[in-house]
């Protein structure tokens, strides 16, 4: 009997101590796993580091990119650059690619990178910045606001506003702008001119006024007064009172929203075709001049010289598109004397040269037979202006079955990379 409990016993420790033993290899196992798994989360991460400083390279270099030529030796410029086709391409075709890039070409298991670069703001695509809109900025902005205005398709025509009140609005829009925009506390007075009628905007008191006439419409975080100065953000510019008061001249739709399906003084509700922050003519950097480069049509209608705030006629103004759409289709179209490899696309055979004046006025009236004023170089360029370009950074680290990636928004300034936004995921 006591042998029997004895061998008995000795089972059960046996057995306890396999259990232990089980635990600790489980244990041992799982604790090798997780060091693995931190051991290969580090390195994936250090590899996102690793594109940043090659995406960087790229940046503080690309504005030296050659333009495409025939007499180009790849090989060559690869030699002195390895980055030679991203820079190139990020000069010419506003995007380029990095990778994915083998951290170490002799271990297959080293993990790749891979960096893609865009350019975000609207400087380098041509839009206008909005900020320079203004009185101080160009003596003619009335003029650019109408022209504006009338590619939005608000009426030259006064309407009426929700007390029934009849306003130009136009004038009210330009005014209750340069109000918001400028320092000074007096109205600014648009006076009556030719086929425009006249109109004050709004300072701190009109603005303290409208909203304790609507308590109830906007609660205490959303009442602004003028900004007396730039905006940062194009969201900023639903804090104007007129676009507060007529929200569709930024969104599109019924210019107020009881005018929609009936008659307003026998004429059809007025409906803004397109809202000003649906036409893409608009940013918040670089110096107000339409990049000749990346611009678009709409961009370029609205230039004086192109688009003449005057013209009234749909001849006129079929003439001025006729302007724009030849410039840009001019980008387009690949010079008689380039032999371009079939497979090259990275290469911008449509920008427009240093002497891009001379270049697009030639340009435009060889292929299309269309003349250029010459009061619209003023307002045009061929490259971004210095330190207002925003870029779009995407890096992704693959390692084994992990993948680690950061988003970034970014520019170059004194020769430094300087992030204004990052995210990892």
Request: aromatic content about 8%; some cysteine.
């Amino acid at each position: 009997m006591r042998r029997g409990s004895a061998l008995l016993m000795a089972l059960w420790i046996i057995l306890a101590l396999g259990v232990i033993v089980l635990s600790f290899s489980f244990e041992a196992k799982l604790q090798g796993g997780i060091n693995v798994y931190v051991q290969g989360k580090n390195r994936v991460r250090r590899l996102v580091d690793a594109g940043r400083i090659i995406g960087e390279v790229v940046l503080l270099g690309y504005k030296d990119g050659k333009q495409w030529s025939e007499d180009e030796d790849l090989a060559e410029e690869l030699e002195e650059d390895r980055w030679y086709v991203e820079k190139q391409a990020l000069k010419y075709s506003k995007g380029c690619t990095i990778g994915p890039i083998l951290l170490d070409e002799e271990d297959p298991d080293s993990g790749t990178v891979k960096v893609e670069i865009s350019i975000s703001s609207s400087d380098e695509t041509g839009g206008i910045n909005i900020n320079t809109l203004c009185k101080d900025k160009d003596p003619n902005f009335e003029d650019r606001w109408r022209i504006i205005l009338d590619l939005c398709g608000v009426p030259r025509d006064e309407v009426r506003d929700e007390e029934g009140k009849s306003i130009n609005l136009q004038s009210y829009i330009i005014a209750c702008w340069q109000d918001f925009r400028d320092e000074d506390e007096s109205r600014y007075d648009i006076h009556d001119s030719g086929n425009f009628k006249g109109a004050e905007g709004a300072e701190k008191t009109e603005y303290e006024e409208y909203y304790d006439e609507h308590k109830k419409e906007f609660a205490d975080e959303d009442r602004f007064e003028p900004a007396n100065g730039e905006i940062g953000d194009l969201k900023e510019l639903s804090r104007v009172i007129c676009f507060r008061k007529f929200p569709a001249v930024l969104t599109g739709g019924p210019l107020m929203p009881e005018e929609a399906g009936r008659k307003t003084r026998d004429k059809e509700a007025v409906v803004i075709r397109r809202g000003l922050m649906n036409m893409g003519i608009f940013g918040v950097t670089g110096d107000g001049k339409v990049n000749v480069n990346r611009c678009s049509v709409d961009q370029l209608l609205t230039v004086p010289g192109i688009f003449d705030v005057d013209e009234v006629d749909e001849d006129d103004k079929s003439e001025s598109r006729e302007i724009a759409e030849a410039i840009v289709k001019c980008r387009s179209i690949k010079p008689e004397d380039y032999d371009v490899p079939e497979d090259r696309t990275e290469w911008g055979y449509g920008e427009f040269t240093s002497d891009w004046w001379s270049d697009m006025v030639k340009r435009v009236y060889d292929e299309f037979d269309v003349e250029i004023p010459d009061e619209a170089r003023n307002y045009l360029s061929a490259l971004p202006s210095d330190d207002s370009t925003l870029f779009k950074m995407k890096i992704t680290a693959s390692l084994m079955d992990m993948e680690h990636s950061a988003e970034c928004e970014c520019y170059v300034k004194d020769k430094k990379v300087r992030y204004i936004s990052w995210k990892e995921n």
